[in-house]
């Protein structure tokens, strides 16, 4: 079976972020690492594999030089290769063109079953995977706390966390599934996986390999523009006071003001 | 005017004030038509009424609820395709990301996620999104149409506007795609007898601070007192001491209440993430450098096991 995990590699949170002239997220200027909502999804990939489904898994990722940083992490995790679509024309593309990239990189390596995390931590718009799953015309599940894989009946079935109700699901295979992160803590790579991560193979992919033309993605294709970027207002100075044993007196007061009470 | 389709998923959700918020909101864009997903109930229809439904196009098939995304996702792109709408409307859920993702592919449009603002532009929908965890506004639009908007709960106030609502019965069919999954069971999620916490107009808010399950117990005092929706941090809900469903900031819910009560709550960027579109914010702390007393418009430097309970005192014997 072929497992194939979605990952990207995001800006640090706790890092500074700014806009670049274009308005799009400045990647080159701030330190990156592996989405931490898509080690969920690496973490059960190899969790799969070591209860026993016999699957290889290959990593795929979409973004500049740097972002093989995010594969060589999750290979430490576990797993056998990885992909790394990069190309300067994909710079500032949308969700749309995004799923585009991946879905034709996905046929051309290959799947049985895509995973990858409820969000990225960036954009955090949870809509790539069900935009994958559709041009590739497979399954999707998202929001998944759980999963097992029957190779045998072609299935996956997910346990999936909605607002109202958690379902039971069962997927046919190839599908997508993306993971929340109940699904399970991500390990931490040992010294000896890291240096032995170093040399599993990754594959780099341009845009012409995949059959895809440069007007097809990027800023220039994107079917939403940014007009304006602007730092929110910043909230007014409250009042900070120490408690003195009247604390609670002073909180009552406040909400009685403020017609919470 | 142009039409404006926004999906209710479920006739439970036609009386909900999230879907009055989405119903003002598509009224500054064009006309909203509401895509009603279940029984065309004549109370839910009547409500969605009230704040300005002028079409309710009802898809009413079981198939819907057993097939999920894509079959609800399918039922709006037949009728963007038939209507040609000015925009697409959904309120930001688990559901409609998958639903928002689907129709966008398919037709090939724009899609702005977790809007707090709408209005219109020269060219289309103008679209508001708080990003970075907050910090930033970004202010987008749709080059290519019907933009696909979703919209999360109290960004915008709900207002009525009376219309006599036209309601129409959609063909389901529930195609190949959709039928390769399907829901097996559903478990729905024990009621706490609380406001919603989306929707909440007062949510108070429990952090790694409170130090137990039985410190826990307080904060969900203070909020039945107040009437209020509880919430937590992750390290809360990792720890058990409540819920998952309680969880705000980047992977739980993000809430936008009139009053936030937080207390042992440091404030990490990504439970901020989660809290910082709300009105007004009260916070406990014992640390004075706590990020949240920064943002806080009443902050108190104190210990959650002593000001809690005073302040349930307090409360109880004022509201007595």
């Known amino acids: 079976m072929r497992i194939v995990v979605l990952v990207k590699y995001v800006p640090e949170p706790t890092a500074q972020w700014r806009f670049a002239d274009d308005l799009t997220v400045d990647r080159a200027g701030i330190e990156g690492r592996l989405s931490e909502l898509d080690e969920h999804a690496v973490e059960q990939a190899v969790r799969l594999v070591e209860g026993g489904l016999d699957a290889e898994i290959t990593y795929l990722t979409v973004g500049p030089v740097r972002a093989a940083e995010g594969l060589r992490k999750a290979l430490a995790m576990g797993g056998d290769a990885g992909v790394h679509v990069e190309d300067p024309a994909i710079h500032g593309s949308d969700a749309l063109a995004t799923s585009l990239v991946l879905a034709e990189a996905l046929r051309r390596q290959g799947f049985d079953l895509v995973l990858t995390g409820m969000a990225s931590t960036d954009a955090e718009m949870s809509v790539v995977p069900a935009m994958v799953a559709d041009r590739l015309d497979a399954a999707l599940v998202s929001f998944a706390s759980a999963l097992t894989v029957d190779p045998q009946a072609g299935t996956v079935t997910v346990q999936r966390d909605g607002e109202g109700a958690v379902d039971e699901v069962v997927a046919q295979l190839p599908a997508v599934v993306a993971v929340t992160d109940q699904a399970g803590e991500a390990r931490y790579p040992a010294f000896r996986a890291i240096m032995a991560a170093k040399k599993k193979p990754v594959t780099t992919w341009s845009l012409t390999d995949l059959g895809i033309s440069p007007d097809q993605v990027g800023l220039a294709a994107s079917c939403a523009v940014v007009t304006q970027a602007v730092p929110a207002p910043e909230r007014q100075a409250g009042t900070v006071l120490v408690d003195e044993g009247d604390a609670a007196v002073q909180v009552a007061d406040f909400l009685t003001t403020r017609g919470f009470l | ?320």
């Open chain 2, 1 to 320: 005017m142009s039409e404006v389709l926004v999906l209710v998923p479920g006739a439970a959700d036609a009386v909900r004030s999230s879907t009055f918020g989405l119903l003002t909101a598509a009224r500054r864009l064009g006309e909203p038509s509401v895509v009603l997903v279940g029984p065309d109930d004549p109370e839910a229809v009547r409500a969605l009424g009230e704040y300005g439904a002028a079409k309710v196009y009802v898809a009413d098939s079981p198939e819907l609820a057993e097939y999920g995304s894509v079959a609800t996702a399918e039922v709006l792109v037949d009728l963007a395709r038939r209507l040609a709408p000015a925009a697409v409307l959904l309120a930001s859920t688990r559901l409609s990301k998958d639903v928002a993702g689907i129709v966008a592919v398919r037709l090939g449009s724009g899609v702005l996620t977790d809007a707090v603002d709408v209005r219109p532009g020269s060219r289309g929908p103008v679209v508001t999104q708080s990003v970075f965890a907050g910090t930033h506004l970004v202010d987008s639009e749709a080059v290519r149409g019907p933009v696909v908007i979703t919209l999360r709960p109290n960004a915008v106030d709900p207002e009525p506007a009376p219309v006599p609502p036209a309601v129409e019965r959609v063909e389901v069919t529930v195609g190949e795609a959709a039928r390769r999954v399907r829901v097996v069971s559903r478990t729905a999620k024990a009621s706490s007898g609380r406001p919603d916490l989306s929707e909440a107009s007062v949510v108070v808010a429990g952090g790694r601070g409170v130090g137990s399950a039985e410190g826990f117990a307080v904060v969900e005092r203070l909020a039945d007192l107040l009437g209020a929706a509880v919430g937590a941090t992750r390290p809360v809900t990792d720890e058990k001491w409540c819920s998952h469903e309680y969880q705000i900031g980047q992977t739980g819910r993000t809430v936008a209440p009139q009053l936030y009560l937080a207390t042992g709550i440091s404030g990490a960027i990504q439970h901020r993430a989660g809290m910082q579109g709300s009105r007004t914010i009260v916070a406990i702390n014992k640390d004075p450098k706590a990020p949240i007393l920064a943002i806080a418009d009443l902050g108190v430097v104190g210990d959650h096991h002593v000001v809690l309970p005073r302040l349930v005192e307090e409360i109880e014997r004022r509201t007595q």
